[in-house]
């Protein structure tokens, strides 16, 4: 049956392409957008699906239908691999893949996890809290995070008795909202690029990195997800009993067994300093970097003590600046590698690297997509459209609903900022008006689409059964995908309630991400209380 559906659509789409040659459409202009979120959906593949939106907008734009591959590779392609910002994003994604490779490599990471569990007994909460923080810990990839903690930790969680569907709920909702926030991961990168195609489409000229920086406050549901587990935890609260899925201490026995014997293994002279240095070393150097990049484009190395600290990194090379701090780290964790490891330090770092591959390809057909788009002036169309019918002040809410809707059903955060963000940067230049308290003359609305883009890929993303990361935490924490998604949506639920309302409502009112903010604090803080309230009529968790 799905076989019959994939030829179907294989057979459909073409035709359509062609049609839309002769026909002026009124879709035309996001045609391609729309062909890359069913390729994504049908086949559930992002890389997919985004090369095939990309070839689809080449095939309306070339002169000729038999020269739309041609034109795919030398209009669409080439000049988005020619671009400097580009081929250093490239760059540093693979850099990063390689940095992941060398903490894993090396089994620091796992002898922190085993330093932090040693004993014969802990209580479940405690294990939980470790849980939590090891998902701060390791922000520089979401699904490493995601396999790293969920595989490290199981073992605990059933030798303290904890249900693995919390393991699984803690690890999934510490993944993918640390690594989205992060100022420095594996998806910083894709992010940034994002964020540079919908400025271009735009015509404006701005760092991306500041624009990043300018949206992390409004990133609403990655804040507010990551607080409710703290008050989950803390308030021991399950709104789906867990009770009948509590581990058996006898359940996959070999199987835990054979994950610590081989970390074991693996952990022989691995020392912490292999993981702690490496990453104090990136923290200090990123922003120290970029310092000292922006006060040699603002005073030519004379100092930037009368500059704002935002115009000093705003003014920053900040793809150039992250190569060479992710390289410096690399170097950094490759000095303090364990001679031990049963893997060398080289491999290991190609291993990274070739585990990025996937995502890097991503980052091509996205800005393959996105050139279509931009040729296209699909921005321009999607102004016109929405102009008149949409009030200011619903755009980032009606983003975030339409992003999470995307994301849930294609499975894919990366695939869904690919298609979001650079359609929404140009909508919101548009309609919004520029504020003079920025130091820019980026419209005030941009900083809010874009995050309400970035909460919606994660919150479709955590909904999803069809999600990498959620078959990759399921399937490391011991249970099934349905199960983790079943018991984790409710929280995931809440988490977007807070967002949208009283979020990206206030957002999109007082043109200021701040606000939203406060108010999602002050609700998460009266549901700790109700919380506790409803705790101390109730009891505590038993297993506590």
Same mark, same amino acid.
């Given at each position: 049956?799905?076989?019959?559906?994939?030829?179907?659509?294989?057979?459909?789409?073409?035709?359509?392409?062609?049609?839309?040659?002769?026909?002026?459409?009124?879709?035309?202009?996001?045609?391609?957008?729309?062909?890359?979120?069913?390729?994504?959906?049908?086949?559930?593949?992002?890389?997919?699906?985004?090369?095939?939106?990309?070839?689809?907008?080449?095939?309306?734009?070339?002169?000729?239908?038999?020269?739309?591959?041609?034109?795919?590779?030398?209009?669409?392609?080439?000049?988005?691999?020619?671009?400097?910002?580009?081929?250093?994003?490239?760059?540093?994604?693979?850099?990063?893949?390689?940095?992941?490779?060398?903490?894993?490599?090396?089994?620091?990471?796992?002898?922190?996890?085993?330093?932090?569990?040693?004993?014969?007994?802990?209580?479940?909460?405690?294990?939980?809290?470790?849980?939590?923080?090891?998902?701060?810990?390791?922000?520089?990839?979401?699904?490493?995070?995601?396999?790293?903690?969920?595989?490290?930790?199981?073992?605990?969680?059933?030798?303290?008795?904890?249900?693995?569907?919390?393991?699984?709920?803690?690890?999934?909702?510490?993944?993918?909202?640390?690594?989205?926030?992060?100022?420095?991961?594996?998806?910083?990168?894709?992010?940034?690029?994002?964020?540079?195609?919908?400025?271009?489409?735009?015509?404006?000229?701005?760092?991306?990195?500041?624009?990043?920086?300018?949206?992390?406050?409004?990133?609403?549901?990655?804040?507010?997800?990551?607080?409710?587990?703290?008050?989950?935890?803390?308030?021991?609260?399950?709104?789906?009993?867990?009770?009948?899925?509590?581990?058996?201490?006898?359940?996959?026995?070999?199987?835990?067994?054979?994950?610590?014997?081989?970390?074991?293994?693996?952990?022989?002279?691995?020392?912490?300093?292999?993981?702690?240095?490496?990453?104090?070393?990136?923290?200090?150097?990123?922003?120290?970097?970029?310092?000292?990049?922006?006060?040699?484009?603002?005073?030519?190395?004379?100092?930037?003590?009368?500059?704002?600290?935002?115009?000093?990194?705003?003014?920053?090379?900040?793809?150039?600046?992250?190569?060479?701090?992710?390289?410096?780290?690399?170097?950094?964790?490759?000095?303090?590698?364990?001679?031990?490891?049963?893997?060398?330090?080289?491999?290991?770092?190609?291993?990274?690297?070739?585990?990025?591959?996937?995502?890097?390809?991503?980052?091509?057909?996205?800005?393959?997509?996105?050139?279509?788009?931009?040729?296209?002036?699909?921005?321009?169309?999607?102004?016109?459209?929405?102009?008149?019918?949409?009030?200011?002040w619903f755009l980032p809410g009606l983003i975030f609903l339409a992003a999470a809707s995307i994301s849930f059903l294609t499975g894919t955060s990366w695939g869904t900022m690919g298609i979001v963000i650079p359609l929404v940067i140009p909508l919101a230049a548009s309609i919004g008006s520029p504020d003079a308290a920025v130091h820019s003359t980026v419209p005030s609305m941009i900083p809010s689409?874009?995050?309400?883009?970035?909460?919606?890929?994660?919150?479709?993303?955590?909904?999803?059964?069809?999600?990498?990361?959620?078959?990759?935490?399921?399937?490391?924490?011991?249970?099934?995908?349905?199960?983790? *998604?079943?018991? $984790?949506?409710?929280?995931? @639920? =809440? %988490?977007?309630?807070?967002? #949208?309302?009283?979020?990206?409502? /206030?957002? &999109? *009112?007082?043109? $200021?991400?701040?606000?939203? @903010? =406060? %108010?999602?604090?002050?609700? #998460?803080?009266?549901?700790?209380? /109700?919380? &506790?309230?409803?705790?101390?009529?109730?009891?505590?968790?038993?297993?506590?």
């Amino acid at each position: 049956m799905r076989f019959s559906r994939n030829v179907i659509i294989l057979t459909i789409w073409p035709i359509l392409l062609l049609m839309s040659r002769q026909a002026e459409w009124v879709c035309t202009p996001v045609l391609p957008s729309l062909c890359a979120l069913t390729l994504v959906f049908v086949f559930r593949s992002a890389l997919l699906g985004l090369a095939g939106g990309a070839l689809a907008g080449a095939v309306i734009l070339a002169p000729s239908a038999w020269g739309s591959p041609l034109f795919l590779l030398n209009d669409l392609l080439l000049p988005a691999l020619q671009s400097r910002w580009n081929l250093c994003v490239l760059m540093f994604t693979l850099i990063m893949g390689g940095f992941v490779g060398l903490l894993n490599g090396g089994g620091g990471i796992s002898t922190l996890v085993n330093r932090l569990t040693a004993g014969a007994k802990h209580g479940s909460k405690r294990m939980e809290w470790v849980t939590y923080a090891l998902g701060f810990g390791c922000f520089f990839d979401g699904l490493a995070n995601s396999m790293l903690v969920g595989s490290t930790m199981r073992p605990v969680y059933d030798r303290t008795g904890s249900p693995r569907s919390r393991l699984a709920y803690i690890v999934d909702s510490t993944s993918s909202p640390v690594a989205c926030l992060a100022l420095l991961s594996t998806w910083i990168a894709y992010q940034l690029s994002m964020i540079k195609e919908g400025l271009n489409a735009a015509q404006i000229e701005a760092n991306p990195y500041s624009m990043f920086l300018s949206s992390l406050p409004g990133n609403y549901y990655c804040w507010f997800t990551l607080i409710l587990v703290a008050i989950v935890i803390h308030r021991r609260w399950n709104i789906i009993s867990t009770a009948s899925k509590r581990s058996d201490p006898n359940d996959d026995i070999p199987a835990a067994t054979g994950v610590e014997l081989a970390k074991s293994a693996q952990q022989q002279g691995a020392g912490l300093h292999t993981v702690w240095l490496p990453l104090l070393f990136m923290l200090i150097m990123l922003p120290t970097s970029l310092w000292w990049s922006g006060s040699q484009a603002l005073h030519g190395g004379s100092g930037a003590s009368d500059a704002q600290w935002f115009d000093t990194f705003a003014a920053a090379d900040t793809a150039l600046m992250l190569v060479f701090t992710g390289l410096s780290t690399c170097l950094v964790a490759a000095l303090v590698y364990p001679r031990s490891a049963p893997v060398s330090y080289g491999k290991a770092f190609m291993g990274g690297m070739e585990r990025m591959l996937a995502p890097a390809l991503i980052l091509v057909a996205a800005w393959a997509l996105s050139s279509s788009l931009k040729q296209l002036d699909a921005g321009v169309w999607i102004g016109q459209l929405l102009s008149g019918t949409v009030p200011d002040w619903f755009l980032p809410g009606l983003i975030f609903l339409a992003a999470a809707s995307i994301s849930f059903l294609t499975g894919t955060s990366w695939g869904t900022m690919g298609i979001v963000i650079p359609l929404v940067i140009p909508l919101a230049a548009s309609i919004g008006s520029p504020d003079a308290a920025v130091h820019s003359t980026v419209p005030s609305m941009i900083p809010s689409v874009i995050a309400a883009a970035f909460s919606g890929a994660v919150f479709g993303d955590h909904c999803s059964p069809i999600s990498d990361t959620t078959i990759v935490s399921s399937l490391a924490s011991g249970i099934e995908p349905f199960e983790h *998604v079943r018991t $984790q949506m409710p929280y995931a @639920l =809440i %988490a977007a309630g807070f967002a #949208l309302c009283p979020g990206f409502i /206030l957002a &999109g *009112v007082t043109e $200021q991400l701040w606000p939203g @903010l =406060i %108010a999602g604090l002050v609700g #998460l803080v009266l549901l700790w209380f /109700l919380l &506790g309230k409803y705790n101390g009529k109730h009891g505590e968790d038993p297993k506590e």
